[in-house]
């Protein structure tokens, strides 16, 4: 594929730019911010087009970074180029309320289907990822991106099987490592929430282990030793109160006894005392020659005489009543002593009956609940056990990983026996490049097992990374232009290259202008320095040459 005319409408800094490309190198020059990397911007989505994202982000949103300056509805552009000896004209609107795209075969003037596959033929197959990993080197970006490991593998397998497929190794890949990852996770959450019923069981477990030792310790002596206390408490209660209520009873009726025999020696006194005075005052006195005075001492005497009778007969019966009170109280506390030993032992014989009952309810209640948590503790240790075994849906997820692992190991040892011929071949292409690149100092470069870049010298294989920036970025311009050789076999694509060698010192970049003049794909070479286009003379190497300006 050759460009032959480039038409700039309206794109990033450029507007109605014309740009008519030789076949070969052309070294598009210009000063800072004049457009360079717009102009290579163009190119590419003038052949794979360009989509607006839903979120703005402008450093990686290529269609709002090169939207035109001027305008942001006009957008759009042209391109005219040969194919296998045939022009075509592309030409795109980008604006995304207004997108188009239409190719014309310039010969007969047909008009083609982008969307049908035709402009993607006519690129001899070429994606995007692929042309940006190859021939489009934007500025710093020598580096290949992870995902060009990628589409190397799915180019090995696909060559080795005749070109006749369209197998997407690394999809297929990235697929079983998904689901391997997806049935790893399911498998820890199924371990995760079996061993936490695990630990849930053997708590409780432990609980109930209790709870049976506890139960047949209470069906043993707990209920004796309630029952013993319970009748302690009750005849020390019994026996205390009857003893305090006759004690106190006896110290009150003493007391009344004793005041009682006081009163009536006191009364008994009076009377005798009173009599004898009463006699002898009227011996005396009265019988001889009653006076007043003795008269009424006589009647005093004779009031004496009558308390005391009175006194003696009252305090006597009192006495007497309380003796008899006393004889009947202790008649009657013999026969309710007498009642009450029969009551007692009566009590004693259905308290104990109630007792037996009472004890024979109680184990039979702990029997029943002994039972009942001995069942369950039965349960729970076979559901433990059944814990300690993976289920079976575990299993199965434990069987899918496993399976997955086998999948993707024997996807990978068929893969590295599939395409190693045409790895192989890769490799002695890069390394036939890079030793042109470096005058013969690296000649053998090949990649790893996990699709790295690495470079034997001597005994010693090296990485890019262990050299000089300027031997790394040779080291991966060999890999993308090797690379890029083996997807474009049938039809070559423009190599694109924006200031790849300002890193390079005069050999180095001797070595590249060399080596680009001697192949047949057109090369454009965009440069803010004069000294590529001033080796490009000192070496005749023919080249176009295309300015800038601001």
């Known amino acids: 594929m050759k460009i032959t005319e480039i038409q700039i409408k309206n794109f990033g800094k450029l507007h109605n730019t014309n740009i008519r490309p030789l076949l070969g190198i052309n070294v598009i020059y210009g000063e800072?911010?004049?457009?360079?990397?717009?102009?290579?911007?163009f190119i590419s989505a003038m052949l794979f087009g360009m989509e607006k994202q839903q979120e703005r982000h402008e450093k990686i949103d290529q269609y709002h970074q090169y939207e035109p300056w001027n305008s942001d509805t006009y957008y759009a552009g042209g391109l005219k180029f040969t194919v296998a000896g045939k022009d075509f004209l592309l030409e795109r609107n980008f604006y995304h309320k207004e997108k188009s795209t239409r190719l014309v075969n310039e010969g007969d003037l047909e008009e083609l289907s982008v969307e049908q596959g035709d402009l993607e033929m006519l690129l001899g197959g070429m994606k995007r990822e692929t042309y940006e990993n190859t021939f489009f080197i934007g500025q710093e970006t020598v580096e290949t991106d992870k995902e060009f490991a990628d589409i190397l593998q799915n180019y090995f397998i696909n060559v080795s099987l005749g070109g006749e497929g369209d197998i997407d190794l690394a999809g297929a890949r990235k697929q079983l490592e998904s689901r391997q990852k997806a049935a790893e996770q399911k498998y820890k959450e199924k371990q995760a929430e079996r061993k936490e019923l695990e630990e849930k069981l053997l708590l409780e477990e432990k609980l109930l282990k209790k709870d049976v030792d506890q139960l047949k310790k209470q069906k043993k002596d707990g209920y004796q030793a309630l029952i013993q206390k319970d009748q302690d408490n009750m005849l020390l209660f019994e026996h205390d109160s009857n003893q305090m209520a006759e004690y106190l009873r006896d110290i009150r009726q003493q007391r009344q006894q004793k005041e009682y025999s006081i009163k009536f020696g006191i009364s008994l006194f009076l009377l005798v005392v009173g009599v004898l005075a009463g006699i002898w005052n009227g011996m005396e006195h009265l019988f001889p020659s009653p006076v007043a005075g003795w008269i009424i001492l006589?009647?005093?005497?004779?009031?004496?005489?009558?308390?005391?009778?009175?006194g003696v007969i009252l305090w006597y019966r009192k006495s007497k009543q309380l003796k008899l009170l006393r004889k009947q109280q202790e008649e009657e506390a013999r026969e309710l002593k007498q009642y009450t030993s029969m009551e007692l032992e009566q009590q004693k014989n259905t308290k104990q009956q109630k007792e037996q009952a009472g004890k024979e309810a109680v184990e039979e209640l702990l029997q029943i609940q002994l039972s009942e948590k001995q069942t369950e503790l039965t349960n729970l240790q076979e559901e433990l056990e059944e814990c300690l075994n993976p289920a079976q849906?575990?299993?199965?997820?434990?069987?899918?990983?496993?399976?997955?692992?086998?999948?993707?190991?024997?996807?990978?040892?068929?893969?590295?026996?599939?395409?190693?011929?045409?790895?192989?071949?890769?490799?002695?292409?890069?390394?036939?490049?890079?030793?042109?690149?470096?005058?013969?100092?690296?000649?053998?470069?090949?990649?790893?097992?996990?699709?790295n870049l690495v470079v034997t010298t001597g005994k010693k294989r090296m990485y890019p990374w262990q050299l000089s920036r300027g031997t790394m970025e040779q080291m991966y311009l060999a890999l993308r232009m090797g690379a890029g050789r083996f997807f474009t076999e049938e039809e070559s694509m423009p190599i694109l290259l924006d200031e790849v060698f300002s890193s390079f010192d005069e050999k180095r970049l001797e070595g590249a202008l060399q080596w680009l003049g001697r192949q047949k794909s057109q090369i454009f070479l965009f440069t803010c320095q004069k000294r590529e286009m001033e080796i490009l003379e000192r070496k005749g190497i023919p080249f176009g040459k295309i300015m800038l300006s601001r």
């Open 32 to 41: 800072n911010e004049t457009g360079k990397s717009t102009l290579q911007q």
């Open 298 to 310: 006589e009647v005093v005497l004779g009031c004496i005489v009558l308390t005391g009778v009175t």
């Open 393 to 451: 849906e575990e299993q199965e997820y434990r069987s899918q990983v496993k399976a997955y692992e086998l999948a993707l190991a024997t996807l990978e040892q068929l893969s590295q026996e599939a395409y190693q011929d045409t790895r192989e071949q890769l490799e002695q292409e890069m390394s036939r490049i890079l030793a042109e690149l470096t005058n013969g100092k690296y000649d053998k470069m090949g990649l790893d097992a996990q699709m």
